[in-house]
């Protein structure tokens, strides 16, 4: 019943800012862990980011720390993930996902909702 709807993706160049977007409608995410997960053409869907909505806990993944930063905006039922000094390699589909509970995981099978994605686009 839940959907997440990811937005903010586009095309930039090395070195360039953006911010990403995911709304959930059906539930808020007052219960929950939510992540944003990329995947390029050819590869494995990978975790970028990850915070538990009641608690404040994040964790990053090594490509993401320094760089990345995931929020919440409670008033819009909104998590963001603010990109900076965007690198060619950040190129990929990104998605955000959300599970029950407070623990925040790593892979994708432990999340049971899902949006259909956003592209990120970083030319050299």
């Known amino acids: 019943q839940v959907q997440l709807i990811e937005s903010g993706g586009g095309l930039v160049q090395a070195g360039d800012s953006l911010r990403l977007s995911c709304a959930a409608s059906?539930?808020?995410?007052?219960?929950?862990?939510v992540a944003w997960f990329r995947q390029a053409p050819g590869k494995a869907r990978e975790f970028v980011a990850g915070?538990?909505?009641?608690?404040?806990?994040?964790y990053y993944a090594e490509s993401a720390k320094g760089r990345f930063t995931i929020s919440r905006d409670n008033a819009k039922n909104t998590v963001h993930l603010q990109m900076s000094s965007l690198k060619p390699e950040d190129t990929a589909i990104y998605y955000c996902?959300?599970?029950?509970?407070?623990?925040?995981?790593?892979?994708?099978?432990?999340?049971?909702?899902w949006g259909q994605g956003t592209q990120v686009a970083v030319s050299s």
């Open positions: 915070a538990s909505w009641r608690t404040g806990s994040t």
């Open positions: 996902a959300a599970r029950g509970g407070t623990v925040i995981v790593l892979t994708t099978t432990d999340y049971n909702y």
């Open positions: 059906g539930r808020t995410f007052s219960s929950t862990t």
